[in-house]
């Protein structure tokens, strides 16, 4: 076994059933988060012990990277993209992978853009910001006899 890099985390929307990921990206974090109920009954309550269930799932994407001009749209998404993306106000189809994998061990959903920042600061480079949020199941495609 070894450590992964970051940098092999790769993000990316498909389009037209083509996973083309985020252009220049600097960072990618992913968080997932269970919201959950507690039950005590008559039997439990005597030892003072709650039991948890799990009421729903959900899984949040915050990115970044560089906004560069002149991407090439059919082979990674840019600002451009994102903003159509977010202008449409519909979810995106999203997937995440580690290089290699992305069309073969990778998490796929639909998400909703919750947030979308550009950042143009005099002398330094513009950057972009985004966040998603999972709209329904997040689909693990794992193939069979993998770890995954």
Known sequence: MAYRDGTDLILGFVIDETFLPLGHSTGCKISDSSE???????????????????????????????????????????????????????PVKARYAYRGEEN??????DYVI??????????????????????GAITPHVPAGSNG
């Open 114 to 135: 919750t947030s979308l920042e550009n950042d143009g600061q005099a002398g330094d480079d513009e950057k972009y910001s985004i966040t998603l949020e999972n709209s």
């Open 36 to 90: 959950t109920g507690e039950r005590v009954t008559k039997e439990a309550s005597s030892g003072k012990w709650k039991e948890k269930y799990i009421k729903s799932l959900a899984e949040s994407i915050q990115a970044d990277g560089f906004v560069y001009d002149g991407d090439d749209a059919a082979q990674k998404v840019g600002l451009p993209t994102l903003k159509e993306a977010w202008l449409a106000a519909k």
């Open 104 to 109: 073969t061990k990778y998490y796929e959903g």
